[in-house]
């Protein structure tokens, strides 16, 4: 049972004056479906074109101005707090191609990381800045007139004369595609309009392919640009027709191969292009068969040239095969590693003599590197390559050069800034390459664990539901080490718990600011999510959306049972993980000092319905397709939109939002927080929604600064509510 908690904090802050919260129309509109109708008396609020909706959205912001205006010194303290940890010149580990190394430098005062490279001398092992350096990208020098700035994709092209990149400076995820000489800086005439994140050269470095998504924000073409002709003259080489799938272009480390990728939420289907043609025709791998997933990787080896696949084919967690590069399908498809229930395999990569793998066992990401035989297959077992931290993750870096028995891998943890080493493929030993300066920071002042509470087991796939049985949910605990659990410090719960998504356990600096004022951070990896393999991510989808929730509210009772102060909880998600908060904010708002829904997916019904709206149609195979009878009733049971908690019990709410997000239409949260307001208008002044109304992207500001003063803004908010008031 859920415990009755007051929303108030324990230490309220006094009452300060502050405008009239706004007021939206509301224009009747009933949605009628399956013999259900809905009232949807803010639909209208979905045309940002419409000057009643700007100006509805205006104030909405000037009201968050306004009623947090109290914070604000709050918010200067702790965006220079989280700015001293950050060095004021960073850079990354440098990884070399063939000529030259490339590495990123953050100067000091910039809000942008450099793309930079320098001729590689053997034996050269230099890290980080270099007085040798030519820096080839600086996104500060992109952006304009705007405020933000984002590179889609930044890729060298084999012969290392060309940088191919994208630029969007509006947060809508629409990218200029440019071709920049790496040695001059000059770009070329080479102008493509649309496009979106994934590209893929050719072997001889003229020719490029880049994805274009269309109005619904799906990438489904890979177009091919030959440099040096005019971008009308561009050839479509591929279409995916099926509006559920997603595409891709990579070229394979090995250079010789072009893979596309189309993939739903759980279908792909590959097809590949000669690198060395790139004019020639893709060639499919295996045809797309529902619910199998297949990831390709091309190898040269002794044997002949082969193709490595990740499957689910026969293998829930995942399994390696191989088959030959020129009869690839699945009737030729040979085992190699067998499925391992106990880890999720995710990936393979392909060197000149090994193969490294990622996969994820007890809930931590790792390498697996093999010798591959005389035979072109990997020698069993392979080599482990893990985190040296504790409770840290591993993954593979930057690795550009075929020809290596080496890989770069970076580890880090909630407590031990990033970490750069260089593992021998055949020992597994490392060496030290870099560890990014974390100035103003005490590693062992800090604590980070990881606990199991448990949730009910609700529904699970092809089960019915035991309300007796329990599943055990990994939560990630950090705190000073100073502070106890045992039931007296306030507490910050974060969740997500969809797309199969996994949360490692990255250093961040902020976090520092919430720590150092006695809050346990706790990150709750619920069902939806991947950390604990598919069967967590299928246990967590479709009509199983709500077991996500319950692990939440689960989470936060087993916290409150003895480990944080019942009374201080605030709880805090973004995009699917908005969803998570509003739904926990209705199923439970007596659980809540505060709730932060970041961009939410909040309307769930109305958006699936809607094929034009961005990502509606391939996340049917995520949340669910409402025009079927079943679907459309179990979204309806969780949706917030239509399930607002009843007034008088409900705990303060901060809601964000973007003009220019194509994931989550601002309309969803603007929706959301009207409906709120007119339903319990003595709560009305307890919420706010901070809604960007110029150049914003979906996860907030760009900028390491910029994007360190909007966390500082969402800390302050919460340190508010957990009664953490400065003066305190």
Request: include cysteine; proline fraction near 6%.
């Given at each position: ?9 324990a ?58 205006r ?15 940890r ?15 190394s ?19 001398v ?67 005439a080479d ?52 509006a ?55 190898a ?92 840290g ?35 597994a ?146 995009s ?12 439970a ?62 705990p303060?709410l ?55 003063r ?19």
């Open positions: 049972m859920l415990s009755a908690v007051t929303t108030e904090h230490h309220p802050r006094p009452e300060i004056s502050a405008p009239v919260p706004p007021t939206a129309a509301r224009r009747d509109l009933v949605r009628e479906l399956h013999g259900d109708t809905r009232s949807d008396p803010y639909a209208w609020l979905r045309d940002t074109a419409d000057p009643a909706v700007t100006a509805y959205l205006e104030e909405e912001r000037s009201y968050y101005d306004a009623a947090t109290h914070l604000q010194s709050q918010v200067r303290t702790l965006s220079e707090e989280m700015a001293s950050v060095p004021a010149t960073d850079w990354s580990v440098s990884y070399r191609r063939v000529h030259y490339y590495y990123t430098s953050t100067p000091s005062g910039s809000e942008y990381a450099q793309l930079c490279r320098r001729s590689y053997e034996g050269d092992d230099r890290h980080g800045e270099s007085a040798d350096a030519h820096v080839l990208l600086d996104p500060a020098e992109l952006k304009g007139d705007s405020t933000y700035v984002q590179v889609g994709l930044a890729l060298v092209s084999p012969d290392e004369r060309l940088l191919a990149y994208s630029v969007d400076t509006t947060g809508e995820e629409v990218f200029e595609l440019r071709f920049r000489e790496a040695e001059t800086g000059v770009d070329l102008v493509v309009a649309r496009s979106y994140y994934s590209g893929a050269w050719s072997a001889d470095s003229g020719t490029f392919f880049y994805t274009v998504h269309d109005a619904a924000y799906r990438p489904y073409q890979v177009w091919r640009h030959r440099l040096g002709t005019a971008t009308a003259s561009d050839v479509c080489v591929f279409a995916e027709p099926d559920r799938y997603d595409v891709e272009v990579r070229t394979s480390r090995s250079g010789d191969v072009i893979e596309i990728a189309t993939v739903s939420r759980d279908t792909s289907e590959v097809w590949l292009v000669d690198a060395n043609a790139p004019e020639s025709a893709p060639r499919c791998v295996e045809p797309r068969r529902p619910g199998v997933e297949y990831r390709c990787e091309h040269r080896t002794p044997a002949g040239d082969r193709l490595f696949v990740v499957t689910n084919d026969g293998a829930e967690e995942f399994r390696l095969m191989v088959a030959p590069l020129d009869e690839p399908g699945r009737a030729n498809w040979t085992e190699v590693v067998a499925e391992d229930a106990d880890e999720r395999l995710y990936s393979a990569t392909a060197f000149a003599e090994h193969l490294v793998t990622t996969l994820r066992r007890d809930g931590r990401l790792m390498a697996r590197a093999y010798r591959l035989t005389e035979a072109g297959v990997p020698q069993l077992p392979g080599r482990d390559i893990t985190a040296g931290v504790p409770h993750t591993l993954e593979l870096d930057s690795n550009e050069l075929y020809q290596t028995r080496s890989v770069q891998v970076l580890e880090q943890s909630h407590t031990a800034p990033p970490s750069w080493y260089a593992v021998d493929l055949d020992t030993e490392r060496r030290l390459l870099l560890r990014r300066e974390t100035p103003n920071y005490d590693p062992d002042a800090y604590v980070s664990e990881s606990v199991m509470l448990p949730s009910p087991a609700g529904v699970g796939d092809g089960e019915e539901e035991n309300p007796g049985s329990r599943v055990e949910v990994p939560v990630t605990l950090v705190r000073r080490a100073d502070v106890a659990l045992d039931g007296t410090a306030p507490c910050l719960l974060y969740g997500y718990g969809a797309y199969e998504a996994c949360f490692e356990p990255e250093f961040d600096p902020a976090l520092f600011s919430l720590l150092d004022r006695g809050v346990v951070y706790a990150h709750a990896h619920v069902r939806g999510g991947g950390e604990r393999g598919r069967r967590w991510w299928l246990d967590g989808r479709l009509e199983h959306k709500q077991n996500t929730f319950s692990d939440h509210l689960a989470v936060a009772e087993g916290l409150a049972d003895g480990l944080v102060d019942k009374a201080r909880i605030v709880t805090r998600g973004l699917a993980g908005g969803l998570l908060q509003g739904a926990v904010f209705s199923q708002p007596g659980r809540w000092a505060g709730v932060i829904a970041e961009v939410p997916f909040v309307d769930v019904v109305t958006t699936m319905l809607d094929p034009t709206v961005p990502l509606t149609v391939n996340e049917w195979d995520e949340w669910g397709d409402p025009r079927r009878e079943a679907d459309y009733a179990w979204m309806l049971a969780y949706s917030p939109y239509d399930n607002l908690p009843r007034a008088g019990r409900r303060s901060l809601v964000t939002g973007a003009v220019h997000d194509p994931r989550v239409m601002v309309s969803e949260p603007a929706k959301w927080v009207a409906a709120l307001r007119y339903t319990d208008p003595e709560w009305s002044a307890r919420c706010v929604f901070r809604v960007e109304l110029g150049a914003g992207a979906h996860v907030g500001p760009s900028g390491r600064f910029a994007h360190l909007y966390e500082a803004e969402i800390a302050a908010w919460a340190l508010d509510r957990l009664g953490l008031h400065p003066e305190s």
